[in-house]
C-alpha cells in the first residue's frame, strides 16, 4: 500500500501565498505521475497541477497558470504546490493523488485525504 499524506494547508489573504506538501510512503517499487486536484463545494474534482516521472514535465490548468507551480522530489517521493497570489475563488480541498507501484503489484491510483485551502479576508 502507498500512503499520501498531505500538509501546508490554512486560512490566507487575497493575494497571499501557501506551499502544499504530499508525501508517499509505504512499500513503493516506483512512482510515476504525482498531481494535486482541487474540490470546492458543490463543485467536481478537478486537476490543478500534474508532474510526470521526468521533473522537468508539468502542466497546470489556465485558471491557476502563472500563480501555481508544481515540483517534485523523487528522492523524498515528495511533490509540492505552490500557490501565490491567491484568489478567493481557489478556496477548496486540496488533494494528493498519484499512480505508483508496491512491490509485487501492479500499477495504482492513490489519494490523500486532503488538505483545506481557505482564501478569506
Known amino acids: 500500500q502507498v500512503q499520501l499524506v498531505e500538509s501546508g494547508g490554512g486560512l490566507v489573504q487575497p493575494g497571499g501565498s501557501l506551499r502544499l506538501s504530499c508525501a508517499a510512503s509505504?512499500?513503493?517499487?516506483?512512482?510515476?505521475?504525482m498531481e494535486w486536484y482541487r474540490q470546492a463545494p458543490g463543485m467536481q474534482r478537478e486537476l490543478v497541477c500534474t508532474?510526470?516521472?521526468?521533473?522537468?514535465?508539468?502542466n497546470c490548468a489556465d485558471s491557476v497558470k502563472g500563480r501555481f507551480t508544481i515540483s517534485r522530489d523523487n528522492a523524498k517521493k515528495t511533490v509540492y504546490l505552490q500557490l501565490n497570489s491567491l484568489k478567493p475563488e481557489d478556496t477548496a480541498v486540496y488533494y494528493c493523488h498519484t499512480i505508483a507501484r508496491t512491490y509485487g503489484s501492479s500499477w495504482s491510483h492513490y489519494w490523500g485525504q486532503g488538505t483545506q485551502v481557505t482564501v478569506s479576508s
Open positions: 509505504g512499500n513503493i517499487f516506483s512512482i510515476s505521475t
Open positions: 508532474t510526470a516521472t521526468s521533473i522537468y514535465s508539468t
